[in-house]
């Protein structure tokens, strides 16, 4: 699909205001005042995909290995997640949510919903499904233009 430019800095600042809004919403009113970015991504990473090795949650949130290890000593010494090793073939360090890491994680989510759902409310079904398709097309566009960027 050929590249369409369009100017058009109404729908550019719009975008990007409602992104930093929203943003700024959720680190002041949903991520805890003693949690780093680092933390926060990584339990939301296991909250999803359920427990993973360190080397694949610092990749999937762009972290080095150095720091990803720092965190999961963090999240670790608040109660919230425990390392285990694969004990399988090339010992990998797996890192797992603990119960007070699963309910902190799904009180997360609940918050991060009610934003959503509160940011959304006037849209209608249509305009609800037009928004989520949009947002997955500039999400896989981003993801390929990393690679191609560089």
């Known amino acids: 699909m050929p590249f369409h430019y ?17 943003m700024d919403y959720v680190y002041s009113e949903i991520k805890p005042k003693d949690m780093t970015d680092a933390e926060l991504y ?8 359920g427990p993973m090795a360190l080397s694949d949650i610092a990749e999937s949130i762009d972290l080095s290995l150095g720091s990803m290890t720092r965190t999961s000593s963090s999240l670790e010494s608040k109660g919230l997640a425990v390392r285990q090793s694969s004990g399988t073939g090339r010992k990998r360090t797996i890192l797992h949510l603990t119960d007070q ?19 959304t409310i006037d849209l209608s079904e249509e305009e609800h499904a037009e928004l989520c398709r949009i947002n997955k097309t500039i999400s896989r566009t981003v993801l390929e233009a990393d690679s191609k960027l560089d």
Do not use: M, P, Q, W
């Not at 100017?7 to 929203?22: A, F, M, P, R, T």
């Not at 990584?42 to 995909?49: F, G, I, P, S």
């Open 6 to 22: 369009v100017d058009d800095s109404e729908l550019y600042y719009g975008y990007s205001k409602n992104v930093l809004l929203i």
């Open 101 to 119: 890491g699963s309910d902190v994680a799904s009180a997360l989510y609940a918050k991060y919903r009610k934003v959503v759902e509160f940011c």
């Open 42 to 49: 990584t339990l939301c990473v296991l909250h999803r995909k």
